[in-house]
C-alpha cells in the first residue's frame, strides 16, 4: 500500500510540473494580443528607440505645392484611378516583416507624367530624408547618393540635433561628401524621395524600391 501511494504521490507530482504550461501559453497569448494593438506610429517609435535613432521629419507638400510630399498621398482627387503596382512580399500589406519587424504599407505616388501609382513597401525608420529635384530621377545612384549627401552635409552644419545622431567618424565621413557608415540611402515610394535608414535592416527587409516606379528601374543604376 505505501508503495502504491508513493507511486501516486510521484504520478501526481509529475503531472503537477506539467500544470504551468497552459499558464505561460496563455500569457504568450495575452502579450501577443497586446501587441497587435499597437500603431503603426507606436512600433516605429519602438525601433527608433531599439536603433537609438532620432526620427526625422516629413517634407511637407504635395497636391498644392511645388514642392512633393515625401509620404504616401492620402488625400487624392475625386474619381482618379490609381494603378497598382506589383511588389516583392505585397502580401505582407498591414503585416511586419518577421525577421526585422518593419511593416509593410501600401502607398500612393504621382508620377511626373500625373498618373497615380500604388505600391506596397516597408516603412522604414530614418534619419534624414532628401526629395531628388526632377531632373535627377533618372540619373545613376552615384550622381542621386552625391547629391544627397550634399543635402546631409548641410543639414549637420545647420542642425545639431540631427550632428547627434552620428559618430564623429561618421560626421567625417559626412563631411567628405561621403554616406555614413552603417547607413544606406533607401529609394522610397514616393517620387523622388530618397531616406537615409539603416543598412542592415535595409538588407534583410526584402522589397521593391521606388526607384522602379519613378527612377526608370534597375537599368538606370
Known sequence: ??????KRSMG??????KSPLPKWTALLAIVLAAAAWLT?????????????ITPAPSVSGGVDSET???ESITDLPPHVTVIEKKSILMNLEGKRHPDTGIP????????????????????????????????????SDRKQFAY???????????????AKVFSDDQIAQIQANKRPKGYTWHHDVPVGVL????????AKTRHTGGRSLWGGGGEYR
Not at 500500500?1 to 508513493?6: D, L, Q, W
Not at 501526481?12 to 510540473?17: A, D, E, G, L, P
Not at 505616388?109 to 500625373?114: F, M, R, S, V, Y
Request: proline content about 7%.
Open 1 to 6: 500500500m505505501c508503495a502504491t501511494k508513493r
Open 40 to 52: 503603426q506610429s507606436e512600433y516605429l517609435t519602438s525601433i527608433y528607440d531599439m536603433l537609438d
Open 148 to 162: 544627397a549627401n550634399a543635402k546631409l552635409k548641410e543639414a549637420i552644419t545647420t542642425n545639431p540635433s540631427l
Open 195 to 202: 531616406r537615409l535608414v539603416d543598412t542592415d535592416i535595409h
Open 68 to 70: 512633393p510630399s515625401s
Open 104 to 139: 509593410y504599407e501600401r502607398m500612393v505616388t504621382q508620377l511626373p507624367d500625373g498618373t497615380y501609382v500604388a505600391m506596397v513597401a516597408p516603412v522604414f525608420p530614418y534619419v534624414f530624408v532628401v526629395i531628388l529635384p526632377e531632373e535627377l530621377y533618372l540619373e
Open 12 to 17: 501526481s507530482r509529475r503531472r503537477s510540473k
